[in-house]
């Protein structure tokens, strides 16, 4: 349960349970067997960056992975001290703040490595550096064919002391597919261009691949960190859940109830008629807010503890509940779009699979008129965590 201390509450609500986001941190350290970097990129997978870091340290979170410099300067701004990583920039990414803020950036290319030594001295300062490179995704991250320039580029820069190299990482292209032999070849890969950072004398610290899926099922592919994201939310990326909490709960006031007569037509092109007499609620939920429009007539909500089928077409701010003919409910009442599963509810995973996405895109997705609120449950209801 939601330790619930407020009396009113945003018609629209994302709740934010802490103490779910520090059990999954647990979860992922005890299963990866090595050190965490909680990764908050995207206000942390909509969760809300800063708290979201807070709960993650104080649960043995090591680090912090952001995608861009603005999102780390964010964090620096709110007071988040520990030791935080941007690797995705671009030309016109100013770096001389990001250093000065002690923000480490993981380089991509000679291109972002010059600018970065060019912002350190501008700054006077010493940049922290990563290597981002691609072992296989092609996606950021340098390739094979600029790696050796990049590689003794580095070495360069370490010897001049213009750089500190922290870290060499890489990111799994098929990590959902724990047994997929790329997995193997890019850790291969990435094993590789350290020993070659290390015959010339400049070996990173820290070695990580591992995203959330790897860290849950190829503990073998763990090297000194884990880059955990959409698991410290509380969904596993793979069939088995691990015993992760889902974080985030979605709930709506409603807003209005009413009868309508059999043979009605509902919502916008009236795509769902009401087969008998019925009750309708009225929720101030729409795909504004990141209820997906392809859920119209396929989702369920929870209110008062019982199941309800969303009807006719999700519209931009509303969308509406068929009652049925002997429910309870009330305008004020709450319903839960989706929230832990615990109690036999939806969860974004759930959305996710009915429309064909990931819930990556649900939880990152919900904004509009949902207020975020972070709570810290009893934990008690929190399951064990298996090992
Ligand atoms: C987003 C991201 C992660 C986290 O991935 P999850 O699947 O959410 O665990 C890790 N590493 C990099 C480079 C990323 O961009």
Known sequence: MIVDDIAERPALEATIDLAAIAHNVEVVARRSGAAVMAVVKADGYGHGATPVARAALAAGATDLGVATVAEALALRADGITAPLVAWLHTPTTDFAPAVDAGIELAVSSTRQLDRVITAAAHVGETAVLSVKIDTGLARNGVGPQEWPDLRDALAKAVADESIVLRAAMCHLARGDEPEHPLNDVQAARLDECVRELDRLGVAPQVVHISNSAAALARPDLSRDL??????????????????????????????????????????????????????????????????????????????????????????????????????????????????????????????????????????SGIRGRAQRRHVTSAVSGVPEVRR
Request: charged share 15%.
């Open 226 to 363: 884990v880059r955990a994201g959409i698991a410290v939310y509380g969904t596993s990326p793979l069939p088995e859940g691990y015993g992760l909490i889902p974080a985030m709960t979605l709930s709506a006031e409603v807003s209005m109830v009413k009868k309508v007569s059999a043979g009605q037509g509902v919502s916008y092109g009236h795509t769902w008629t009401a087969p008998h007499d019925t009750t309708l609620a009225l929720l101030p939920a729409g795909y504004a807010d990141g209820v997906p429009r392809l859920l119209s007539n396929r989702l369920r909500v929870q209110i008062n503890g019982r199941s309800y089928p969303g009807v006719g077409r999700i519209c931009m701010d509303q969308m509406v509940i068929d009652l049925g003919t002997d429910s309870d409910v009330t305008e004020g009442d709450r319903a839960v779009l989706f929230g832990s599963g615990a109690d036999g509810g939806t969860t974004a995973k759930e959305w996710a699979a009915t429309i064909g996405t990931i819930d990556y895109e649900i939880v």
